[in-house]
């Protein structure tokens, strides 16, 4: 019977704390930081294998340099992250260099996670998200799909930078989360 007591107790409490009650909502936040996870470490080596004295390479003129996507990656999820007004995005690096921007990028991630983390089960189903004055409203799942999709859109465009260098890229490694 004591054992009965201190399971309901301890399972109020954890719901009293913040823990989603809503068993999809709950898979669905811990698969994506997982696979955020997962993303984030790819993205990390992408950028290292960049050498530093080629991050202000571009295929040609009219696109960013390999840097300038790295920050454009982070800058983006920053700004689908505020829309949550939970903490205040990473500053943007002022510095062009590999160290800097690589730095930020780490922080970038973070921030995600750190928000993801931070958010109540309610804040999920919000339909009034709005991180720019020209995009309509969205709600919280969106920002995070956009997030991911719009990192591995990019990323996807460094790949082919690094093989325009002749640098194999790394290769990604999808961890499937259903155990």
């Not at 107790?9 to 009650?21: F, H, P, V």
């Not at 990473?90 to 958010?119: E, Q």
């Not at 996807?156 to 640098?167: M, N, P």
Request: with cysteine.
């Amino acid at each position: 019977m004591l054992i009965k007591i201190l399971f309901l107790l301890s399972a109020i409490t954890l719901t009293e704390a913040g823990e989603w009650k809503d068993q999809f909502a709950r898979e669905w936040r811990d698969s994506f930081l997982k696979h955020w996870k997962v993303t984030k470490d790819y993205t990390l080596a992408v950028c290292d294998a960049m050498p530093a004295e080629a991050f202000d390479f571009k295929p040609v003129p009219a696109q960013r340099s390999f840097g300038e996507q790295l920050v454009h990656i982070g800058r983006a999820n920053d700004a689908y992250m505020t829309a949550f007004k939970i903490k205040a995005a990473p500053t943007a690096p002022t510095a062009s260099g590999k160290a800097s921007i690589r730095a930020y990028l780490v922080a970038s991630f973070d921030y995600l996670t750190d928000v993801l983390s931070a958010l109540e089960e309610k804040d999920m189903l919000r339909k009034d998200l709005q991180f720019n004055s020209r995009i309509k409203p969205h709600n919280g799942t969106d920002l995070f799909m956009r997030a991911y999709m719009h990192t591995a859109h990019h990323r996807g465009q460094l790949v082919s930078y690094l093989r325009s260098k002749g640098i194999t890229p790394p290769t990604w490694a999808f961890e499937p989360t259903a155990q």
